[in-house]
């Protein structure tokens, strides 16, 4: 290792005081009732995260160095303190039989990945990240008002910046806290952060199946199966990687509520956001921060998760009839899914209104065609097989439009492409229907491996699990692995939303995250298959939120 050990512990302890701390006593305090000592410890994260920016923010409003933040944090952990009697009621209940399934793995990602941090400075654009961060340091603001490398004037934040600062100022912090080089944080940054992300995503998948033993599984194959997210471990100081870690534990949350959500209340948005908020306000509220801390850190994640849940409703409005759970999926989550779909088209025209030709109008009536097929579709299944067919019959041919034949070929089948001075890294141009240019993701750009190896194989498995198991869990797996997958061959749909991210933000993360879980459930599966025994894989929660 090229860092000393002092330097590892020196930032060891600065790391807990900001980033754990606050987060975890506040946690322990204020909900009484989650028992989970795992789901203390990710809360602890984020929402130390939300502190450490409202510290930021009052020492900039004094005009006082961001250092002085680090000793409001230290002041408000002594006043959590003086509750200490009820933070000790809480550990003392919590449950920690969850933490024998993640101490090891965490314990092995620690020690590999402190051991490769050196890694990190070469291989992870740390010159930029660690710019942007020092120019917040300097400055003594958070929203700078020029670019950090260019130093042109920036008049429009969204526009020239990549990034709003929510984790640069996170790393300006610990800079200005500890008095430790960047490089040095950067390095040590990934043995803290990558345990906490597999901790995160072992909750995400608990909580989609309902089952330990998944959890595990699924979060050790996001460690070590070519092609997923395991090639971002040495890349953990990322603000997209951090975002990751929010991000699982959003859909931890998402998915907890909807499991309890009881049955007998009316399904709808309204009556589950009133239910959520006097019922779990905790969660609703954690919530409520994984969204502002996503948006601020890096927010294609957030759209991401809307996205997810718009494919889910969408698959589920052609089979709710089998299952209650989908149904009642259904009466939730339609508003958010039809607001959502409205607000993007309208979003997509409004940006695109000097280059409208009719390609692009197609790109963007596509989410509101495939919703306007679902709804028909699920209105019909009560009416009788002709009006389903003709439902199928449209969604085949929907598919089949948007479908890149040339694309899908090229993934199996490499074909020399001309190449831009940047290489893979841009799309490449393609013509629509109308002779109008839309774009598609080069295949060679990180994405070949990943997409024959796990994608094309767990769209196989996740639609052998639908169809001998229709449930949640299934069904939202397969919805997110079909569907994406759609959109990287689909020149309208990649289109359409590579208009809201950059680039590469529009299919990193397509389905990355999905096929762990549906390997960990066929392996789940088969494990029980092969000796006789009866799948026990819906396990209700330990505890409630």
């Not at 909807?258 to 954690?286: A, C, I, T």
């Not at 939202?476 to 569907?483: E, K, Q, T, V």
């Amino acid at each position: 290792m090229d860092i000393f050990f002092r330097e590892s512990a020196q930032f060891l302890v600065f790391f807990f005081l900001l980033l754990i701390l606050p987060g975890l006593l506040t946690s322990l305090t204020f909900n009484s009732k989650r028992k989970s000592f795992l789901f203390h410890l990710v809360a602890g994260f984020c929402l130390s995260l939300l502190l450490n920016h409202i510290a930021a923010f009052i020492v900039v409003i004094f005009n006082l160095e961001l250092a002085y933040a680090t000793y409001l944090l230290i002041a408000y952990c002594c006043i959590l303190f003086i509750k200490f009697s009820a933070i000790k009621i809480n550990l003392q209940n919590s449950d920690y039989s969850e933490i024998k399934y993640v101490v090891l793995p965490c314990l092995l990602l620690v020690i590999v990945m402190s051991m490769n941090g050196g890694l990190l400075v070469l291989h992870s654009d740390a010159w930029w990240h660690i710019s942007y961060a020092k120019k917040i340091s300097a400055s003594n603001q958070i929203f700078l008002d020029y670019h950090h490398l260019s130093g042109l004037e920036i008049k429009d934040i969204g526009k020239y910046l990549s990034y709003l600062p929510g984790w640069h100022l996170i790393l300006a912090l610990l800079h200005q806290s500890s008095g430790l080089a960047y490089t040095t944080i950067w390095h040590n940054l990934a043995g803290f952060l990558t345990p906490i992300t597999f901790v995160s995503y072992f909750l995400f998948s608990k909580a989609l199946s309902r089952n330990n033993i998944i959890a595990l599984l699924s979060a050790l194959l996001l460690s070590l199966i070519f092609g997923g997210l395991n090639s971002y471990f040495r890349i953990s100081p990322w603000p997209g990687n951090v975002s990751y870690i929010i991000w699982y534990f959003l859909y931890f949350l998402a998915f907890t509520l909807l499991w309890e959500f009881p049955r007998q209340l009316k399904p709808g948005f309204v009556s589950f956001l009133k239910w959520g908020f006097n019922d779990k306000p905790y969660s609703m509220w954690l919530a409520l921060v994984c969204c502002y801390l996503i948006l601020t850190i890096h927010a294609s994640e957030l759209l991401w998760f809307a996205v997810s849940f718009i494919f889910y409703y969408l698959l589920a409005t052609y089979i709710s009839k089998q299952n209650e759970s989908l149904t009642l999926d259904i009466g939730i989550l339609t508003l958010p899914v039809v607001l959502l779909t409205l607000a993007a088209t309208i979003l997509f025209f409004y940006q695109k209104a000097e280059l409208i030709n009719p390609d692009l109008v197609i790109a963007g009536l596509q989410f509101i065609s495939l919703l306007i097929i679902g709804l028909i579709f699920h209105s019909a299944i009560k009416s009788g097989k002709t009006q389903v067919t003709i439902g199928l019959v449209c969604l085949v041919a929907f598919i089949a439009f948007n479908i890149d034949f040339s694309q899908l070929k090229a993934l199996f089948y490499p074909v020399k492409q001309q190449l831009s001075i940047y290489g893979h890294h841009h799309p490449y141009p393609v013509e629509g229907i109308f002779g109008h240019q839309l774009i598609l993701p080069q295949w060679e750009h990180q994405l070949r491996e990943g997409i024959l190896f796990a994608a094309l194989t767990s769209i196989i498995v996740a639609c052998y699990l639908s169809i001998t198991d229709c449930n949640r869990t299934h069904i939202f797996l397969l919805a997110n692995s079909c569907l994406s997958f759609l959109v990287l061959i689909s020149p309208y749909l990649f289109t359409f939303l590579n208009n809201f991210t950059p680039y590469t933000s529009t299919y990193r993360v397509h389905l990355l995250i999905f096929h762990p879980i549906i390997f960990a459930c066929i392996f789940y599966k088969l494990y029980f298959l092969a000796t006789k025994q009866p799948v026990n894989q819906r396990q209700s929660p330990q505890s409630s939120l």
